[in-house]
Structures are given as C-alpha cells and as structure tokens.
C-alpha cells in the first residue's frame, strides 16, 4: 500500500521553529517528486514547496522562500520541511504529497499530485 505519514506539528511561538517528517512506504521517495501544501482553516489549499525530479530543482511559495526549506533523506525515505522565523500566518494544516510522473511547474504543483498524507497541524501563536 502506497501510504505518506507526516509528523512533527504542534504549537510554537512566533518566531520558532518545527521541522515536519513525511516518511513513505510502499514506494521509493526518490523516484517520486515530493511536495507539501497547507491549507488554513476558511482558505484555499496552498502549494508550500515541490522538489522535481530529474533537475532536483526545488520551488517555494513566495511566502516562504528563505524561512522553509525543503529536504529528504532517501536512504530514510522520508522527506522533511524546516520551518524557521514562523509567524501566525503559518498556521494551517501541512500535508505532504507525491507523484510519480515527477514534475514540478512550480511551488502549487503538489496540489494536483495522487498521493497525500494525512495532515499535521502547526499553530503559530503570538
């Protein structure tokens, strides 16, 4: 069975940090292109990061990049996101995603990929 758990959420104050797991099973990670989304409570789903295979360039959201940083570990099968400098707009529920036609477009790709976890949540309180 194809499956993504994610891990690692919680409550931090603003300005902390939390570094999210996603560890896969029933497939390999690297073979994939991994991504996470988050969705706030009243919003739209919004793609967070996406790591394309081939070129292994990664994308961030513009309201991420230089806070979030994207990363796995193969060998783990897990894939990570490091979450720094958090602020209260952060807070949502983080989802990890694959795909194994793995292609990113860009930070929202991951919206569209087949496989998902089940969620974890980050409350960033100031």
């Known amino acids: 069975e194809v499956q993504l758990v994610e891990s690692g959420g919680g409550l931090v104050q603003t300005g902390g940090s939390l570094r999210l797991s996603c560890a896969a099973s029933?497939?390999?990670?690297?073979?994939?292109?991994i991504g996470w989304i988050r969705q706030a409570p009243g919003k739209e789903r919004e793609g967070v990061s996406c790591l394309s295979l081939g070129n292994g360039r990664t994308y961030y959201a513009d309201s991420v990049k230089g806070r979030f940083t994207m990363s796995s570990d193969y060998a783990k099968n897990t894939m990570y996101l490091q979450m720094d400098n958090l602020k209260s707009e952060d807070t949502a529920v983080y989802y990890c995603?694959?795909?194994?036609?793995?292609?990113?477009?860009?930070?929202?790709?991951?919206?569209?990929?087949?496989?998902w976890g089940q969620g974890t949540q980050v409350t960033v309180s100031s």
């Open positions: 995603a694959a795909d194994v036609v793995g292609l990113c477009f860009g930070s929202d790709s991951p919206i569209v990929f087949p496989t």
């Open positions: 029933g497939f390999t990670l690297e073979d994939y292109a």
